[in-house]
């Protein structure tokens, strides 16, 4: 038998509330109120700091001049100039596209490209944004780039990321919250690399690409914005690293 | 109670009980937003939209985590009952905070894409086959489902329309909501290991509730388990001592296995009608004689003691039981008589009146 209520009666539409009902309900309500208070700072303060990524302004000159490598990824190639050793610029489009059909357009042809750039280390992409064209006036002989050089066979712990965000277009722009626009940004077309846990030739960011240097393939799709750990190829197209991964490490990853 | 469905009935404690919910939920908000990146250059360096992703999800859990814990508070104390009594407008301001969160997800992660917002949440994440990295989206999409059918529903217009027993089916399915939230953080901010107050939080709301609701259930199920004992061979139930009851008090007890029923006393006559009310469910019997009405203690819905009826206009009926004395021991027939049978009070004899009642709760 339950034992009938001893304390105080009150419904809701009472106008008059028990002393002893009044007495819990005001210690509960500066509760609830302290509560969510602190709760508020210390879920707030409980967060990690973003990384150094972030929008790095557009190029000093306004626009960069350069020839375009389609695969994996749409890079801008930047011939040397005195005081400046040659380059290979990462390109993406605004938003989660890439810039590839604009840059298809462009194939075998001098490039002017303006945009902003987002940086984060030796992470660095260009935001194309109006200006993507052939140069008026072609030069009667283009800059051929160097040659890629192979750098071997790598076994690499890290995650894969799309260059846009984790190089400052978001912030943070890596990890699991971030794992479906990575997923998005990379299928729209957006580079996407692979940030090691150990550098290799003082590199920890790389254009990802499959065996055969083209986009990254589909299965990797699974395993971004988590550890992994993957097996391929390296190689170095001026500043920027390529890795040409052919397989995961079947006793590391997930 | 109301004869006509209005959108809120507005009383005093329903003003004051929005007015604290909002307070909280304003100071939440402000607090995170507002003094967080003053405080943290880490929050100062992330984007704000994620930051109010982060402050609505994180408010949508700990809105969920209180109303859960409403129940059974008012069932271990009674002086709970107050944080009830408007308790689905607690439910759909959770709602409206958990759909808060999904929008600035949606605006975000899943906007400025080829593929549309809703077809990006469903596809763009399809590592089902692995828990690092699941999906934990589809949780939140769920929980949020669930969450928004029960705000649309929370009317009495939906309680009367679908009948109480399959309105309050559909509303327990709020535990499921709060299944799936907890997978939702577990799989997406937890595991990203770079929130521990979350873990923490996520782990003492789930452990409280855990506690409170098995605390209130096995006291439950104990009195249920217990029952009443039956006299004789009769297939009554002896429900207690006439001086156990209270004035304008009842006593519960319940037959072993059947509904439990309440007896009351009142201007010494004793009434035994069912301790279900017809509204949603609440503890009649924990009520009390309010104007000559047995009010539950929830929602304060009235039945006349002679017949379980609402007054008119209106129409709620709850069962009614037989009810005997034998020396002062109360006996229930726990056979329900029809709905709406009208059945006097029985008058308690003089000699056993003048026993003293148990002291009035007030």
């Known amino acids: 038998m339950l034992k009938p209520p001893e304390r105080g009666f009150f419904v809701g539409y009472f106008k008059k509330v028990p002393a002893d009902i009044r007495r819990l309900m005001l210690v509960f309500i500066a509760t609830f109120i302290g509560t969510f208070a602190a709760a508020a700072f210390v879920l707030a303060l409980d967060t990690d700091s973003p990384g150094s990524g972030s929008f790095a302004g557009p190029p000093p000159e306004g626009e960069i001049t350069g020839t375009i490598d389609l695969l994996p990824y749409p890079v801008l190639r930047v011939a040397a100039s005195p005081g400046s050793p040659a380059r290979a610029i990462m390109l993406a489009g605004t938003g989660k596209f890439g810039v590839s059909d604009r840059a298809e357009k462009l194939k075998g042809k001098s490039v002017v490209v303006g945009g902003f750039f987002v940086k984060r280390g030796d992470l660095e992409m260009l935001l194309v944004g109006g200006k993507m064209k052939a140069e008026d006036e072609q030069p009667a002989d283009l800059p051929v780039p160097q040659a890629p050089e192979d750098l071997g066979r790598w076994r690499l712990t890290g995650e894969i990321c799309d260059g846009k965000c984790a190089a400052g277009a978001m912030r943070p722009g890596t990890g699991l919250a971030h794992k479906a626009c990575a997923n998005l940004c990379i299928s729209g077309g957006v580079p996407p690399v692979f940030v090691s846990t150990a550098p290799v030739e003082g590199r920890s960011f790389f254009l990802m690409a499959s065996a055969d240097g083209g986009p990254m393939p589909a299965w990797l799709l699974n395993k971004t914005a988590i550890p992994v750990v993957l097996e391929g190829r390296v190689e170095r197209r001026d500043d920027l690293l390529v890795f040409k991964v052919d397989g995961q490490a079947k006793d590391g990853g997930t | 109670m109301s004869v006509s469905y209005q959108p809120v009935i507005w009383n005093?404690?329903?003003?004051?009980?929005d007015a604290v919910l909002i307070v909280a939920i304003v100071a939440y908000v402000l607090i995170f937003l507002k003094l967080g990146p003053m405080l943290s250059p880490a929050m100062a360096e992330t984007n704000p939209p994620i930051l109010r992703m982060r402050a609505f999800g994180s408010l949508a859990l700990i809105l969920l985590t209180v109303v859960l814990a409403i129940g059974p508070l008012a069932r271990l104390d009674v002086r709970f009952m107050p944080l009830l009594y408007n308790r689905r407008h607690f439910g759909v301001m959770t709602a409206i905070v958990a759909a808060t969160h999904a929008w600035y997800v949606l605006a975000w992660?899943?906007?400025?894409?080829?593929?549309?917002?809703?077809?990006?949440?469903?596809t763009s994440n399809t590592s089902f086959a692995q828990v690092s990295g699941f999906p934990f989206e589809l949780f939140g999409v769920f929980a949020l489902t669930i969450l928004a059918v029960l705000a649309a529903t929370s009317h009495d217009f939906w309680l009367s329309f679908l009948?109480?027993?399959?309105?309050?089916?559909?509303h327990m399915s709020v535990y499921a909501a709060y299944a799936a939230v907890v997978l939702h953080v577990a799989l997406g901010a937890l595991a990203d290991g770079r929130n521990a107050a979350l873990g923490v939080f996520l782990f003492a709301s789930l452990g409280t509730l855990c506690a409170l609701h098995l605390i209130a259930g096995r006291r439950e199920r104990a009195a249920d388990k217990a029952g009443s004992p039956e006299v004789d061979r009769t297939g009554w139930i002896d429900i207690g001592d006439v001086s156990e009851i209270a004035e304008n008090r009842a006593i519960i007890g319940a037959a072993p296995g059947g509904e439990r029923i309440a007896v009351f006393r009142s201007k010494?006559?004793?009434?035994?009608?069912?301790?279900?009310?017809?509204?949603?469910?609440?503890?009649v019997g924990e009520g009390k004689v309010v104007l000559g009405l047995v009010t539950c203690p929830w929602h304060g819905y009235q039945y006349r003691l002679e017949d379980g009826c609402s007054p008119p206009p209106f129409k709620e009926r709850i069962r009614k039981y037989r009810v005997a004395l034998s020396g002062t021991r109360v006996l229930v027939d726990p056979e329900p008589l029809p709905l709406g049978t009208r059945l006097e009070p029985l008058a308690i004899p003089e000699d056993t009146l003048a026993a003293p009642a148990a002291p009035s709760g007030g």
Do not use: D, E, M
């Open chain 2, 268 to 283: 010494g006559k004793l009434s035994a009608i069912s301790n279900v009310c017809s509204h949603q469910n609440g503890p």
């Open chain 2, 163 to 170: 009948s109480p027993a399959i309105w309050k089916a559909i």
């Open chain 2, 12 to 17: 005093r404690t329903k003003i004051i009980y």
């Open chain 2, 109 to 122: 992660y899943f906007a400025f894409s080829p593929t549309p917002q809703l077809l990006a949440l469903f």
